[in-house]
């Protein structure tokens, strides 16, 4: 790569996300289902106490996403869909061993984004997820076990929710070389803490 005129060494092409558009949708979610579809250790001894719950990935996973532009703002478009958020819920059965299982989330959505322009590279829909279950109870007044494999929960969840427009690019930055990295330092339960640290010798008196 050719220099700079600003005192850099280089230019440097790097592949990344462009980020066209964000928005943060938060809410609480009231008496949502999640059916546990594993649970471990396997066969707890109902009933079940709930412990917590939260959510076990980064991105969340859109489904039925439908994107329209607007006509009366071109830039922009409706986004439709579901965010399915997987979750894990910590519980104690009956006999006090605590367990845990795995569910699912689903939130539909219903926005407005900017949208890029028409190009051979398409642009994709993403969504960064974090859910939180601080309270919930083990389903009782119903079918309690669907199957021999999947329990119910009924669960207050705070849910975050970052929706981004994104394009994979390819952009040419400046570069004022590479970073030096410290090595890692062990942990280590160092035995001879404040032995070591003595003077060698002793002062005189």
Do not use: W
């Not at 440097?12 to 009231?30: E, G, N």
């Not at 061993?97 to 219903?110: I, L, R, W």
């Not at 969840?157 to 427009?165: L, P, R, T, W």
């Not at 001879?192 to 002062?203: K, R």
């Amino acid at each position: 790569m050719s220099n700079c005129n600003t005192g850099c060494a280089d230019r440097v092409c790097i592949q990344a996300k462009k980020v066209i558009d964000a928005c943060l949708k938060q809410f609480t979610d009231s008496q949502v289902e999640v059916i546990l579809t594993t649970v471990s250790p396997p066969a707890p001894t109902l009933p079940l106490t709930f412990i917590s719950g939260r959510s076990t990935a980064a991105h969340g996973i859109i489904e039925d996403l439908v994107v329209t532009r607007i006509p009366d703002r071109p830039r922009y478009g409706r986004v439709q869909g579901t965010v399915i958020i997987p979750l894990e819920i910590r519980y104690t059965d009956a006999l006090g061993v605590e367990g845990s299982g795995e569910g699912e989330v689903d939130v539909p959505f219903d926005i407005i984004m900017r949208l890029p322009e028409a190009s051979i590279i398409p642009y994709q829909i993403e969504a960064q997820i974090s859910a939180v279950c601080p309270s919930g109870e083990f389903q009782t007044t119903t079918a309690i076990v669907v199957t021999q494999e999947e329990y119910i929960f009924i669960v207050d969840a705070c849910i975050s929710i970052i929706f981004k427009v994104v394009v994979e690019t390819l952009l040419l930055i400046p570069s004022y070389g590479y970073p030096q990295i410290p090595p890692c330092q062990d942990y280590a339960a160092d035995v001879c803490s404040g032995v070591f640290e003595l003077p060698l010798f002793p002062t005189a008196t």
